[in-house]
């Protein structure tokens, strides 16, 4: 590690232990390390998987089977995924008291696995399956998703309540598709309350996540950021930016916060 780098993350465990409420956002970055590639890069879903044809809620209407394939993928590289030291880092900072909670985009389920406790999934999770019209639900098979799509139950039991969707889908937000509220009023609530809001491996590009940085911003929060990039509140929104990877820098950082 170089000087110049020390010095960031000396400045950034200073600006942490001054703080009372941290709240991390984290992106797909965050689980790269657990074998998960973020979408966008080079070998990552939207390679395979144009996010326009295959990932909105219209497509999921109108051709199930097409949106299937696409969560047949990301279930099968979830599935094998563990956690990583970036999302061992959360979970303990969290138990000691200098973390309260993790607004997280993704939908892998890692940092409730590494033992966070307050998580709020913003775009959902695939362990559960749900019917976006009657809302029936029920937990994804512990074997997995099957390879075609599960029709919902009251289909068959409450003839003609389903006019646009006759599958299940697992629980996870789409293109098209509106945040769940109460998940949008616990995101309002740690953007009034926090005083340190930690970005780790996002582009912080998809709304609203794309939207925190600028709010909590304006109302006087402190910004530290952690990516492999600069992304575009770097230069404008973050008072300290630790570039590398998060499953390196976030156990060196969890160190010098909590000595
Ligand atoms: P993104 O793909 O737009 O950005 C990922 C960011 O992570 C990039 O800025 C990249 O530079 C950075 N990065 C890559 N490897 C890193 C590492 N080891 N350490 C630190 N930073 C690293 O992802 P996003 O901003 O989360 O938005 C994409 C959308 O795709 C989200 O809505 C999310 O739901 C979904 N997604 C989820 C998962 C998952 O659940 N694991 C994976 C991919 C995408």
């Known amino acids: 590690m170089t000087s110049a780098e020390n010095n960031n993350l000396?400045?950034?465990?200073?600006?942490?232990?001054?703080?009372?409420?941290?709240?991390?956002?984290?992106?797909?970055?965050?689980?790269?390390?657990?074998?998960?590639?973020?979408?966008?890069?080079?070998?990552?879903?939207?390679?395979?998987?144009?996010?326009?044809?295959?990932?909105?809620?219209?497509?999921?209407?109108?051709?199930?089977?097409?949106?299937?394939?696409?969560?047949?993928?990301?279930?099968?590289?979830?599935?094998?995924?563990?956690?990583n030291p970036a999302h061992i880092a959360l979970a303990e900072l969290e138990k000691a008291g200098k973390l309260r909670a993790v607004i997280t985009q993704n939908i892998d389920g890692l940092h409730?696995?590494?033992?966070?406790?307050?998580?709020?999934?913003?775009?959902?999770?695939?362990?559960?399956?749900?019917?976006?019209?009657?809302?029936?639900?029920?937990p994804t098979p512990t074997t997995g998703l099957p390879p075609q799509p599960i029709p919902c139950p009251r289909v068959a039991t409450v003839p003609g309540s389903h006019q646009l969707f006759h599958y299940l889908k697992p629980d996870v937000i789409l293109f098209g598709e509106d945040l769940k509220r109460e998940v949008m009023q616990e995101i309002i609530h740690w953007q009034?309350?926090?005083d340190l809001l930690l970005i780790i491996g996002t582009s912080a590009e998809v709304h609203p996540a794309a939207g925190l940085p600028t709010a909590v911003h304006a109302l006087g929060a402190k910004i530290i950021e952690i990516n492999t990039e600069p992304t575009r509140i770097t230069k404008t929104r973050t008072d300290c930016f630790l570039q590398g990877k998060a499953e390196e820098v976030l156990p060196a950082l969890q160190k010098l916060v909590l000595a």
């Open 10 to 83: 000396e400045k950034a465990a200073e600006i942490w232990r001054a703080s009372k409420t941290a709240v991390a956002l984290t992106g797909a970055g965050v689980s790269v390390a657990s074998g998960i590639p973020d979408f966008r890069s080079s070998g990552g879903l939207w390679d395979e998987f144009e996010p326009m044809e295959y990932a909105t809620l219209n497509t999921f209407i109108d051709e199930p089977e097409k949106v299937w394939k696409m969560f047949l993928a990301v279930s099968s590289q979830v599935r094998q995924a563990s956690p």
């Open 112 to 138: 409730q696995v590494a033992g966070s406790k307050t998580v709020i999934e913003m775009h959902g999770c695939g362990r559960t399956l749900a019917c976006p019209e009657c809302g029936y639900h029920e």
């Open 192 to 194: 009034n309350s926090l």
